[in-house]
């Protein structure tokens, strides 16, 4: 049973365009979201984060929005570098869950020149 | 300020063998906790230490388990290696003051080969 879905295993996208991964989770009592990007060879290294209250959070290049009501997340880079070339996770979990967080199985992202 | 580290980087091991993973945590934080990933999936929780105590655990049976020391340190142990136990192994740490939603710090990995 997977709580948090990333349906897309891949995607490719032009150097200076908009990336758009997306997430999908089906647990209502998840408050709180997080992307993670994983290089190989690599720890995933934190990104950008959401609280279920909010609808929006940008820092930088990065934003992610959440709509909760279709319990749907995403997350753009604009605009997208080679360096963003990456495996990026959508992780979510529940405030009465301390740092257990519930992964999707990724995306990975290249961004070609 | 150093990060998390994990030893070691690769291990092969045979099935039924026990093995013991090592992580030390980045400088400050209190939590650490341990996760899982499959290949071509994302990390999965195991459990997690504060103050040297367990105070969550995911779905993984008593043969995991695991200490964490008073310098923050951690080891997760695995008895009875099964096939199925080749993964990457992922410490996190981070600093856990009440109702805060600091991030997780991830080490490198333990890449764990089961024959």
């Known amino acids: 049973d997977q709580q948090v879905k990333q349906n897309s295993p891949s995607l490719s996208v032009q150097e200076g365009r908009i990336s758009i991964l997306n997430c999908d989770y089906t647990?209502?009592?998840?408050?709180?979201f997080l992307w993670y990007k994983k290089y190989p060879a690599e720890g995933p290294t934190f990104l950008i984060s959401i609280s279920s209250i909010k609808d929006k959070n940008e820092d930088g290049r990065f934003t992610v929005f959440l709509n909760k009501s279709a319990k749907h997340l995403s997350l753009h880079i604009v605009p997208s570098q080679p360096g963003d070339s990456a495996v990026y996770f959508c992780?979510?979990?529940?405030?009465?869950?301390?740092?257990?967080?519930?992964f999707g199985s990724g995306t990975q992202l290249t961004v070609l020149p | 300020e150093t990060g998390v580290t994990q030893s070691p980087t690769h291990l092969i091991k045979t099935r039924g063998q026990q093995v013991t993973l090592r992580c030390s945590s980045q400088?400050?934080?209190?939590?650490v906790s341990w996760y899982q990933q499959a290949l071509g999936q994302g990390p999965q929780f195991i459990f997690q230490?504060?103050?040297?105590?367990?105070?969550g655990r995911g779905n993984f049976p008593p043969r995991f388990s695991g200490l964490q020391f008073p310098n923050y340190s951690s080891e997760l142990n695995v008895n009875a290696l099964e096939l199925d136990d080749s993964a990457l192994y992922l410490c996190a740490s981070s600093i856990d003051r009440g109702r805060n939603n600091s991030p997780l710090h991830f080490g490198n990995g333990t890449r764990l080969t089961v024959t």
């Open positions: 647990n209502s009592m998840f408050d709180y």
């Open positions: 992780a979510a979990r529940t405030s009465g869950s301390a740092r257990q967080l519930t």
């Open positions: 400088s400050g934080h209190n939590t």
């Open positions: 230490y504060y103050r040297e105590e367990e105070n």
